[in-house]
C-alpha cells in the first residue's frame, strides 16, 4: 500500500526557510512523478513545485525562484526546500504521486499525504 508522510512544517518569519520532507513507502518514488500543493484557508489547493521522472522540475510562477524540489532516492524521500518565505506562502502543505507533471501540479494524483502546516508571519 501506498503511503506518503509529509515533515518538517513550522512558523518562521517572513525571509525565513523551511525544508519539507515526504516519506514515501509502498513503492519505489523514482517511479512516479511526485509535487507539493498547498492550501490555504479558504481557498482550493494549488501545486506549487513538480519533479518528472526524469528528474527535472517545474514551478507555480510564484514560487520559482524561492522553492526547490528534489529527491533523494536511496532515502525515497521527496523534498521541498523554501526560501525567502512570505506571509502568503502560509498554508498546509501536501505531497502526492501522479503520472507526470504540469507546472507545479502532477497530473493523475494516486496518492496524497496528510499534509503539514506552514506558517509564516511578518
Known amino acids: 500500500q501506498v503511503q506518503l508522510a509529509e515533515s518538517g512544517g513550522g512558523s518562521v518569519q517572513a525571509g525565513g526557510s523551511l525544508r519539507l520532507s515526504c516519506a514515501v513507502s509502498?513503492?519505489?518514488?523514482?517511479?512516479?512523478?511526485m509535487a507539493w500543493f498547498r492550501q490555504a484557508p479558504g481557498k482550493g489547493r494549488e501545486g506549487v513545485a513538480c519533479?518528472?521522472?526524469?528528474?527535472?522540475?517545474s514551478y507555480e510562477i510564484s514560487v520559482k525562484g524561492r522553492f526547490t524540489i528534489s529527491s533523494d532516492n536511496a532515502k525515497n524521500t521527496l523534498y521541498l526546500q523554501m526560501n525567502s518565505l512570505k506571509p502568503e506562502d502560509t498554508a498546509m502543505y501536501y505531497c502526492?504521486?501522479?503520472?507526470?507533471?504540469?507546472?507545479?501540479?502532477?497530473?493523475?494524483?494516486?496518492?496524497w499525504g496528510q499534509g503539514t502546516q506552514v506558517t509564516v508571519s511578518s
Open positions: 502526492a504521486t501522479g503520472e507526470y507533471c504540469s507546472g507545479g501540479s502532477v497530473m493523475s494524483p494516486n496518492a
Open positions: 519533479l518528472w521522472r526524469d528528474g527535472s522540475t
Open positions: 509502498g513503492y519505489t518514488a523514482s517511479s512516479y512523478s
